[in-house]
Every structure is written in structure tokens, then in C-alpha cells.
T-cell receptor, first 114, second 113 residues
Framework: NAGVTQTPKFQVLKTGQSMTLQCAQDMNHNSMYWYRQDPGMGLRLIYYSASEGTTDKGEVPNGYNVSRLNKREFSLRLESAAPSQTSVYFC?????????????FGAGSRLTVL | GENVEQHPSTLSVQEGDSAVIKCTYSDSASNYFPWYKQELGKGPQLIIDIRSNVGEKKDQRIAVTLNKTAKHFSLHITETQPEDSAVYFCAASKKDSSYKLIFGSGTRLLVRP
């Protein structure tokens, strides 16, 4: 059981380049998320997908787009990368237990924008 | 919106001692409070959570307490071991926006052998 799988694990981009981070989960979870982690700032929600076919903005959506391709896959796209988007990105999926969404995270993707 | 503050940012304890990490939240409607442990190079992993209808929850060496009046919750680790060394995050969410889990800034715990 792989859980949440993210690719790539590392990526270096130049300012203005585009790229897509891929995420897949095999736990049959309805909801999926993209977070970014920066030093001293914890994890901040970029976008989430409550269910297949829906996406919504989180705390820091500017500069990103997402696609919920199917129930298993949720991708994050940077159309024109900026140095401020240098970060570690985490994908997560969740199951709802007693009204709360319990998240399972992937291992992360480290992105550097030069 | 919700804001979660976490203290201390770093904590160093001797093996066998206890460690306490504290978080405060701003939105009194928050009702779910998980704690995540992140080891080096890995994603955060849920270690324990508590809901607003409970004041304390224990799981072996770890426990979480919640004070709704004061809007703070704490993680307690007893008999610490070197493998407890990691970054710990608290978080909070509320029923009408349960998809938006707001995280604290993290505590780096070092357990000295």
C-alpha cells in the first residue's frame, strides 16, 4: 500500500518556466490537498479538492493551478515560476472521520526556482 | 480567519525527560486539533488528534490536552527517546470548513541520548 505518491521529488526551475507536480493516492480517499512548507511558517494550504470534479482555493493560491484528474490524482501546476515559489510541496489526501478530515501526506517535492 | 501559534520553536530535552509543546488558536469555532510528526526528509505523519468534546487523550507515551476556554492545546511526550527527535506541528480546523486545516509553525524537538 503506497499511500500518497508525489513526483518529482526534486526539481530546479528557472524563473518563468512552468512545471507540474503530480500526486496520486491509492487509499480511495475523496479529498486531496496541496500544501507548501517554508522555514518557520509551517504548512500552508494552496488548493484542495473536496471530491472528484471540485477544486477550491486555500490560503495561498496565487501563482498556482490545480487539476483533479480523477479520484486518485491531483496535480499542481506552476505556469510561470517565481523565486518566491521555492519551497517544499506536500500532497495529501483525507478520509472524513466523525466530521473531521484526517490527512495522510506524501513525502514531499522540493522545488527550487532560480 | 483561523490563526494557530505554536511554542517553543525548538526544544532540547534529555532522554527520559518529558517534553511539552503548546499551541493557541484564535477561532472559537475550531473543533478538531491534530498533531503531526515530521522526520527529516519525510512528510508529516499524524500521531494523535483531539476533538472539542474531549479534554484529554492519551496514546502510550503521548497525550494531548485541550482547554477550550483558553483556546489552547498541548502535546505531552513522556519518557522521551532519541527516535522522538523530529519536527512537530499542531493544527486546527472547524466543522464548516473542515478541509482547511491551519498549521502552527512547528517545534523542532531534539532528544539528547
Amino acid at each position: 500500500n503506497a499511500g500518497v505518491t508525489q513526483t518529482p521529488k526534486f526539481q530546479v526551475l528557472k524563473t518563468g518556466q512552468s512545471m507540474t507536480l503530480q500526486c496520486a493516492q491509492d487509499m480511495n480517499h475523496n479529498s486531496m490537498y496541496w500544501y507548501r512548507q517554508d522555514p518557520g511558517m509551517g504548512l500552508r494550504l494552496i488548493y484542495y479538492s473536496a471530491s472528484e470534479g471540485t477544486t477550491d482555493k486555500g490560503e495561498v493560491p496565487n501563482g498556482y493551478n490545480v487539476s483533479r484528474l480523477n479520484k486518485r490524482e491531483f496535480s499542481l501546476r506552476l505556469e510561470s515560476a517565481a523565486p518566491s515559489q521555492t519551497s517544499v510541496y506536500f500532497c495529501a489526501s483525507s478520509v472524513k472521520l466523525s466530521g473531521a478530515n484526517v490527512l495522510t501526506f506524501g513525502a514531499g517535492s522540493r522545488l527550487t526556482v532560480l | 480567519g483561523e490563526n494557530v501559534e505554536q511554542h517553543p520553536s525548538t526544544l532540547s530535552v534529555q532522554e527520559g525527560d518529558s517534553a511539552v509543546i503548546k499551541c493557541t488558536y484564535s477561532d472559537s469555532a475550531s473543533n478538531y486539533f491534530p498533531w503531526y510528526k515530521q522526520e527529516l526528509g519525510k512528510g508529516p505523519q499524524l500521531i494523535i488528534d483531539i476533538r472539542s468534546n474531549v479534554g484529554e487523550k492519551k496514546d502510550q507515551r503521548i497525550a494531548v490536552t485541550l482547554n477550550k476556554t483558553a483556546k489552547h492545546f498541548s502535546l505531552h511526550i513522556t519518557e522521551t527517546q532519541p527516535e522522538d527527535s523530529a519536527v512537530y506541528f499542531c493544527a486546527a480546523s472547524k466543522k464548516d470548513s473542515s478541509y482547511k486545516l491551519i498549521f502552527g509553525s512547528g517545534t523542532r524537538l531534539l532528544v539528547r541520548p
